[in-house]
């Protein structure tokens, strides 16, 4: 509570501070040049210097000077306040190019590190080569900043299968598919899958947590990352309306003409997003599909449809979660330990993935089980809470004061990158900054070979 009133404090005094500058520099902008301009110029007409003869040509002659020396003045002092302005905007674009100075430098840190990396892990087996599987061997991944998150995986995911992916945050869940992508190199190890070499992969399908969703038409956003040049098989109204039908988005077709062009990152919620990335993926059907909590924000019943129609498509899912009842969906488990280790199972035959009512409705029951054993835990911590007296004690701190402390330490580490700073450089120094970003990114300079 303290910091927040600090807070309100310092953006009270920053506010009065700017209301004070601005009414001062409007005023030297508008009216301080006007009023110089009439005191400089009235002391020279009543002394006579100014003062016109009884011709006509006298007067227009007089009305010239003044004119003209008035214009001039209160030109030069709104040259003054435009410069008072202009070093405004040089301060602001100082800070940004500081910034962006010190992550070319950190760029260039990393990128030296990744490769003392590759030349000293990599020995000449490391490669990725093509097959209609996933498949695993002896891979390391290993962060840009040489953080080890994995050691030594070995997998395979053959097509019809369905693995999923749990461990902490941190563990490299998501890491393991950066390197199955390219996103980041191959360190140890062999990776086989499909689609090698090609820019834009039809076999592997990746759906995030947060589907991507670019400014446009209704039609693009269910083709994406494909356009209307690069489709092989165009699209039509009713492809569209069988695709949202299986997500219950029809409702799009009616709200949003076909050729309007939408932001539907502020249009749609996370879960009217996460269904739009459903239907991309119905609409493309690859051999695999990678989930990243992609069902986080819709129904337990819209999840089950999910499933049986990923599953009648043929499509293999590699599901990144963290809930245990996504084991009934699943043939693999792969558990990440947080510390480079790893464990996989394998489920017997018997209790493979099925889409029957019964494995559906199972499901559902241990998700509302689970449901009812944390509110029963709950109600019973806050009637002992309440019994004891106690006000201060809750059950969310004993979760947090009882839960076990993960430290993310990992076998080897490379040389640490320093971070970017949180306060800005001295202004003499981000004006060297962008001197130097102007240097760097002159055509002269790029034309030079490196």
């Known amino acids: 509570m303290q910091r927040f009133e600090a807070l309100v404090g310092h953006l009270n005094l920053v506010r009065h501070e700017n209301w004070w500058f601005g009414m001062i520099q409007d005023f030297f902008l508008k009216y301080f040049g006007a009023t110089v301009a009439v005191v400089l110029i009235i002391e020279p007409f009543f002394s006579g210097n100014l003062r016109p003869d009884s011709s006509t040509l006298g007067r227009a002659e007089m009305l010239s000077n003044l004119r003209y020396h008035t ?38 840190e990393l990128s030296g590190i990744r490769d003392k990396s590759l030349n000293h892990n990599s020995p000449s087996g ?67 899958k499909p689609g090698v070499g090609s820019d834009l992969n039809k076999e592997i399908f990746y759906v995030p947590q947060r589907p991507y969703t670019a400014v446009g038409t209704l039609r693009e956003q269910l083709i994406y990352p494909l356009t209307e040049d690069q489709e092989i098989e165009s699209l039509t109204y009713d492809g569209m309306v069988d695709l949202l039908k299986n997500v219950d988005l029809e409702y799009l077709l009616e709200r ?45 019943d819209m999840e089950e449809r999910f499933c049986k129609k990923v599953r009648a498509m043929g499509t293999s899912c590699i599901t990144i979660s963290h809930r245990p009842a996504l084991v009934a969906f699943h043939d693999i488990v792969l558990s990440l330990d947080g510390e480079g280790g790893w464990n996989v199972q394998h489920r017997r035959e018997d209790s493979s993935f099925s889409t029957e009512e019964s494995d559906f409705s199972s499901l559902e029951t241990d998700r509302k089980s689970d449901a009812l054993t944390v509110q029963r835990d709950f109600m019973r911590r806050a009637k002992s809470n309440a019994s004891l007296g106690s006000k201060d004690h809750s059950y969310s701190t004993e979760v947090i004061a009882t839960s076990p402390k993960v430290e993310i330490e990992h076998a080897v580490r490379t040389s640490r990158v320093p971070h970017l700073r949180c306060h800005p450089r001295p202004l003499p120094l981000r004006v060297a900054a962008i001197l130097n970003i102007l240097v760097c990114c002159s055509p002269w300079c790029l034309s030079v070979p490196q």
Request: aromatic fraction near 8%; glycine fraction near 8%.
């Open 71 to 108: 214009s001039v003045i209160i030109s030069l002092f709104q040259s003054l306040g435009i410069l008072s302005i202009s070093s405004r905007h040089l301060n602001i674009l100082s800070g940004y190019a500081d910034r962006i100075r010190e992550l070319l430098d950190v760029s260039r």
């Open 256 to 300: 949003y003409p076909l050729d309007k062009e939408v932001n539907w990152g502020d249009e749609l919620s996370l879960g009217e997003q996460q269904r739009l990335g459903m239907a991309r993926l119905f609409y493309h059907k690859p051999k695999f599909a990678i989930l990243d909590e992609c069902t986080s924000a819709v129904t337990t």
């Open 126 to 192: 490391n490669y990725i080569s093509e097959a209609n599987h996933i498949e695993f061997s002896d891979v390391k991944v290993v962060t840009p900043a040489g953080n080890i998150l994995v050691n030594d995986l070995t997998l395979r995911v053959e097509t019809g299968s369905n693995l999923l992916n749990t461990g902490p945050n941190g563990s490299g869940k998501s890491s393991l598919f950066r390197v199955l992508g390219g996103l980041w190199p191959l360190v140890s190890g062999h990776i086989v």
